[in-house]
């Protein structure tokens, strides 16, 4: 079993940064593709950015390419996601969350476990 717990996330304004974090109970994180999720409301969940289970390889959703990092700590078993030039359109629940898969994994249903998801709200 992988417990993902999330950390940051709130109110900004357009234009702001916010930084997303998520910390993994395994003691296998290395083993783990990770990625980020959001989901806004009456819209289904859709794929941000992912991680492979190094770090060397990423994969971003277009509307965010240039403007969002994803990044790991293997060491601190950790994942994070550095949100910059924010956009009304980003405002949604934002979801962390582990593969055994390697590959971009854009696919809700090839993760296995998920993170409590943190809100990220963007005025405009």
């Known amino acids: 079993q992988v417990q993902l717990v999330q950390s940051g996330g709130g109110l900004v304004q357009a234009g702001d940064s916010l930084t997303l974090s998520c910390a993994a109970s395994?003691?296998?994180?290395?083993?783990?593709?990770m990625g980020w999720f959001r989901q806004a409301p009456g819209k289904e969940r859709e794929f941000v950015a992912a991680?492979?289970?190094?770090?060397?390889?990423?994969y971003y959703t277009d509307s965010v390419k240039g403007r969002f990092t994803i990044s790991r700590d293997n060491a601190m078993n950790t994942v994070s996601l550095q949100m910059n030039s924010l956009k009304a359109d980003d405002t949604a629940v934002y979801y962390c969350?582990?593969?055994?898969?390697?590959?971009?994994?854009?696919?809700?249903?090839?993760?296995?476990?998920w993170g409590q998801g943190t809100q990220v709200t963007v005025s405009s």
């Open positions: 395994t003691r296998a994180f290395s083993t783990y593709a």
């Open positions: 991680i492979s289970q190094r770090g060397i390889d990423t």
């Open positions: 969350a582990a593969t055994i898969w390697g590959g971009s994994n854009i696919r809700p249903s090839t993760y296995g476990y």
